[in-house]
């Protein structure tokens, strides 16, 4: 998690300095819609230490500056999981070349089945795969150029396929996420 942070503190510079370039015609991720328009967006980053790639894709309120989609993910984390969810944002302020969000997937975490090893024993064995459901609430920023957005951001996944034991309870553990795209 600190290392999420400071490469957060690392690239926040990029918003600082997209925010004292010249002026250009942008003014938000919407680039001046006046009415309801597509939206999409692709990025990779890692999840714990885990890669994953996730597009979205849906519409955009210019009005309110809501974004409404559903997001499909890969992620590998010894194992391969498909994720499918409806994807929400609410971008801030209205207007600017460097906007923040914050955002909220729901949906569910599929665990494709496959072949794993046990490298202590030396065996094979099949894992049958299963499905669940995960929130994902997250927080980011665009800088947005002429034609895209560049969206660096932050989530922190919970799911009941990732749980740990506290106090006599079990907990859904948080999984934070890093990513770094680009909104088209």
């Known amino acids: 998690m600190k290392k999420i942070i400071l490469l957060l503190f690392i690239l926040f510079p990029v918003a600082v ?11 938000s991720i919407t680039r001046g819609a006046d009415k309801v328009k597509y939206a999409g967006s692709v990025s990779a980053g890692v999840a714990v230490m885990f890669p994953y790639v996730n597009t979205s894709h849906g519409v955009i309120f210019p009005g309110c500056n809501i974004y409404v989609g559903g997001s499909a993910e890969y992620l590998y984390a010894g194992r391969s999981f498909i994720n499918v969810a409806a994807d929400g944002r609410w971008f801030y302020p209205a207007n600017g070349k460097v906007q923040g969000y914050v955002g909220l997937e729901a949906g569910v975490a599929s665990i494709l089945p496959g072949v794993t090893f046990d490298s202590s024993e030396g065996v094979e064995e099949y894992s049958p795969g299963s499905a669940d459901f995960f929130v994902r ?3 980011g920023l665009v800088v947005n150029f002429q034609k895209v957005s560049l969206d660096i951001g932050v989530k922190c996944g919970f799911t009941p396929q990732v749980t740990y034991w506290k106090s006599g309870k079990e907990i859904w553990y948080p999984i934070p996420f890093f990513g770094v795209g680009l909104w088209f």
């Open 17 to 27: 300095y997209a925010e004292v370039l010249p002026d250009v015609p942008v003014k």
């Open 137 to 139: 609430p997250g927080l």
